[in-house]
């Protein structure tokens, strides 16, 4: 726990008490159930502590290996800069960018190192924790949360409904996803606003044509050819290679380029919804490498259009 006078732009960002029922997929992009969480990161007299209470509904054969007998508590050095988590229910730390934070860290209980992305969107989040055993895979969470107490309800019943969903982009129809982002340096400065249009020109009911447009703060243009297997994607050329797993909406695309950068991404469908079709509204975000080296984050909504 940490003592301080006030806490952190990122602390009042999350302030209060955000409610979800994230899904549970297996490292192969099953869907396998529920874990209803309340949670909360709650400032009082200098010192903050982040709570998480709930429980698995469902589970199939990770159900015991995330099923617990007490909520989680543990101590957070609270900074605009690093968030370390101090225990004794997981150990690490994480880093803001604006709305935005990447955290890596233990858990005793689950006994699995969790890369967590956290995106803050109004009273709505953005969830996912990649789950591993050393560089193996174990599982995923994600969905969204509220902290609005007059959605609860609602929001519930739309993740019930809705968290089973695959990932899925428009297959007949050329259509553009478009927004403004926030431009992040890895400094964890803002450097700007970035425009993202992703254009889709599909080739079959399996196959498309992407063409993605960076203008602003940064620009960069590039093509690729995304075949879809199932949960798998693959990006062919010509000019960004790479794959992609999709657990439920989430979509975790790995791109590479022949100038020694790398993105790699989550792409959350928040509309999605059962059924024949594809979602309007898609958020994402993405971290740049240069030769290696972080050097961006990028995030933001795009709109279908």
């Given amino acids: 726990m940490s003592t301080a006078v006030e806490p952190s732009a990122w602390q009042q960002r999350i302030a209060g ?93 689950w006994q699995v190192s969790l890369n967590t992305w956290n995106q803050t969107i109004g009273d709505t989040q953005v969830y996912s924790s990649v789950l591993r055993q050393g560089p193996t895979m174990v599982g995923v969470f994600n969905g969204l949360y509220t902290r609005d107490p007059e959605l609860v309800e609602d929001h519930l019943a739309h993740e019930t409904r809705c968290g089973s969903v695959a990932f899925m982009l428009p297959t007949k129809d050329a259509v553009r996803y478009r927004g403004e982002c926030e431009l992040w340096g890895a400094d964890q400065r803002q450097a700007g606003a970035v425009r993202i249009e992703l254009a889709i020109e599909p080739v079959n009911l399996l196959t498309a044509a992407h063409t993605v447009t960076w203008s602003g703060a940064m620009d960069y243009t590039y093509r690729t050819t995304a075949r879809r297997d199932g949960a798998r994607l693959f990006y062919e050329g010509p000019d960004g290679w790479g794959n992609a797993t999709s657990y439920g909406r989430a979509n975790y695309p790995t791109v590479h380029f022949a100038d020694g950068k790398r993105i790699q991404g989550r792409e959350f469908m928040m509309n999605a919804e059962p059924g024949m079709g594809a979602g309007t509204r898609l958020a994402v975000v993405y971290e740049i490498f240069e030769h290696n080296r972080l050097a961006y984050v990028v995030h933001g909504v795009l709109e279908r259009s």
């Fill in 17 to 109: 008490e955000w409610v979800g029922r994230p899904s549970l997929f297996d490292a192969q992009g099953i869907w396998h159930g529920f874990e209803d969480i309340r949670r909360s990161s709650v400032f009082d007299n200098g010192v903050t502590t982040y709570y998480m209470n709930g429980g698995i509904q469902g589970g199939g054969e990770l159900a015991s290996r995330f099923a617990l007998g007490a909520p989680f508590a543990f101590g957070v050095i609270d900074s605009d800069a690093d968030r370390l988590y101090t225990g004794p229910d997981f150990f690490g730390a994480g880093q803001p960018y604006g709305g935005f934070v990447d955290a890596h860290y233990y858990g005793p209980g």
